[in-house]
């Protein structure tokens, strides 16, 4: 909870001076922390010992250590304000601007995914998947988006396929995988505790695991069969993992087109299907 609200929360209950000094730190926060108690008293015209009481009642041993953390709360507020909005996008950029950045940063997510697919183990990996009894799909957050659309595609195909949210299902169901079987794991990072726990469980039970992630060195790099590098610019500014999903749909789309050649006038005949009867609804 913010100092700010926990003034706003205590004030009703405070004395008259009290909310004096309530209303005048929550007007002039930045002034508040450059004065003394003493000092702060003066400005306000209450007693010095009214500035203690205040603080106290807020939960604070006195005014000193009311005011480290006004001053730590202060700093994080500037810190959100002057940080980026997204990876190079500022606040003060244009609408425009914003969109041209955005298009950027995906366009060469696109790229550079793609020039990694072209020397990587793709095709095997597509092979793999194709002739798999179950394909079971991990991811959290933002991979698990692009792994839920990675899995109605396969669906679509007639392919055995698996995919939920929950971590802790995810490491039980990798538990019921067997060498038949593949685990497609996504996770840019690499690092995901939970993410990494499902694979390795699959990995002991025989399952082949395949890794949509970065090209940077992971735990989940290390469990991995087969790496399907993501790349995208991902700093520690970002408001979302955008350009990381769109690396991530350059590797699933691929797949499922793969898998649609693969399974020539049977693949085509399913897609054609499903789609005459989603038709028909309307």
Same mark, same amino acid.
């Given at each position: 909870?913010?100092?700010?609200?926990?003034?706003?929360?205590?004030?009703?209950?405070?004395?008259?001076?009290?909310?004096?000094?309530?209303?005048?730190?929550?007007?002039?926060?930045?002034?508040?922390?450059?004065?003394?108690?003493?000092?702060?008293?003066?400005?306000?015209?209450?007693?010095?010992?009214?500035?203690?009481?205040?603080?106290?009642?807020?939960?604070?041993?006195?005014?000193?250590?009311?005011?480290?953390?006004?001053?730590?709360?202060?700093?994080?507020?500037?810190?959100?304000?002057?940080?980026?909005?997204?990876?190079?996008?500022?606040?003060?950029?244009?609408?425009?601007?914003?969109?041209?950045?955005?298009?950027?940063?995906?366009?060469?997510?696109?790229?550079?995914?793609?020039?990694?697919?072209?020397?990587?183990?793709?095709?095997?990996?597509?092979?793999?998947?194709?002739?798999?009894?179950?394909?079971?799909?991990?991811?959290?957050?933002?991979?698990?988006?692009?792994?839920?659309?990675?899995?109605?595609?396969?669906?679509?195909?007639?392919?055995?396929?698996?995919?939920?949210?929950?971590?802790?299902?995810?490491?039980?169901?990798?538990?019921?995988?067997?060498?038949?079987?593949?685990?497609?794991?996504?996770?840019?990072?690499?690092?995901?505790? /939970?993410?990494?726990?499902?694979?390795?469980?699959?990995? /002991?039970?025989?399952?082949?695991?395949?890794?949509?992630?970065?090209?940077?060195?992971?735990?989940?790099?290390?469990?991995?069969?087969?790496?399907?590098?993501?790349?995208?610019?991902?700093?520690?500014?970002?408001?979302?993992?955008?350009?990381?999903?769109?690396?991530?749909?350059?590797?699933?789309?691929?797949?499922?087109?793969?898998?649609?050649?693969?399974?020539?006038?049977?693949?085509?005949?399913?897609?054609?299907?499903?789609?005459?009867?989603?038709?028909?609804?309307?």
């Amino acid at each position: 909870m913010s100092i700010t609200h926990k003034i706003l929360i205590t004030r009703n209950k405070l004395s008259a001076s009290g909310k004096r000094i309530a209303d005048w730190i929550i007007a002039n926060p930045n002034d508040a922390v450059a004065l003394t108690s003493q000092a702060l008293a003066a400005q306000i015209d209450v007693g010095q010992s009214s500035i203690v009481k205040f603080t106290q009642r807020l939960g604070y041993s006195g005014f000193s250590q009311f005011k480290r953390a006004l001053i730590e709360e202060l700093s994080r507020k500037s810190a959100i304000q002057h940080a980026p909005l997204h990876t190079n996008i500022d606040t003060n950029d244009s609408t425009s601007t914003i969109i041209q950045k955005l298009v950027k940063a995906k366009s060469e997510a696109i790229f550079q995914t793609s020039n990694a697919l072209l020397n990587s183990p793709f095709d095997q990996v597509v092979s793999l998947v194709n002739q798999a009894h179950r394909v079971q799909i991990v991811g959290m957050g933002g991979s698990a988006l692009s792994g839920k659309d990675l899995a109605y595609k396969l669906l679509k195909l007639g392919i055995a396929v698996i995919s939920e949210f929950d971590s802790h299902v995810q490491i039980g169901i990798a538990r019921t995988l067997t060498e038949n079987d593949v685990q497609i794991v996504i996770s840019f990072s690499g690092h995901t505790k /939970e993410i990494n726990a499902a694979a390795e469980a699959a990995t /002991e039970r025989g399952a082949t695991v395949i890794a949509l992630t970065a090209p940077t060195p992971s735990e989940l790099r290390d469990l991995a069969d087969f790496n399907l590098d993501t790349i995208a610019d991902e700093s520690q500014h970002r408001a979302s993992s955008m350009s990381a999903r769109t690396a991530q749909n350059v590797v699933t789309d691929a797949l499922f087109i793969s898998l649609v050649k693969l399974r020539g006038d049977s693949g085509q005949e399913m897609l054609h299907d499903i789609a005459s009867h989603i038709r028909q609804l309307s």
